[in-house]
């Protein structure tokens, strides 16, 4: 392997490592989505959603497992009947599955 080649895959992965998600960005992306979401209905709703999405986000984020591949991240986070999950690469979130479960399975 030529050493120009090394150095560009060197790159890369330092790339990748340095700009895994933590946890705390997770938490921001789930206060982004909620702010987001709640400034799209009626006015209290959007009060509503700037006064408890901060803790709406920490408690998701307490319910959250990440699981950590040094160049990427996955988190998963239940949230009662429904679970969410995210990859964490290059410093960005990109929801990969959302499901509801069925209380009412036998």
Known sequence: MKPSS???MVSIVGL?????PKLDS???????IIT??????????????????????????SNTVRNNY???STYDSNLGSRHLKFVGI???FFQISQSHSDDHAP
Do not use: C, M, P, W
């Not at 997770?26 to 982004?32: D, P």
């Open 70 to 72: 040094i160049l990427f």
């Open 36 to 61: 987001q979401e709640a400034n799209k209905r009626d006015d209290l709703t959007q009060t509503l959603g700037t006064l408890f999405g901060g803790v709406a986000s920490s408690l998701i984020a």
């Open 6 to 8: 090394v150095i560009v």
């Open 90 to 92: 290059l410093g960005n």
């Open 16 to 20: 990748l490592a340095f700009t895994n």
């Open 26 to 32: 997770y938490e921001q992306h789930i206060h982004q």
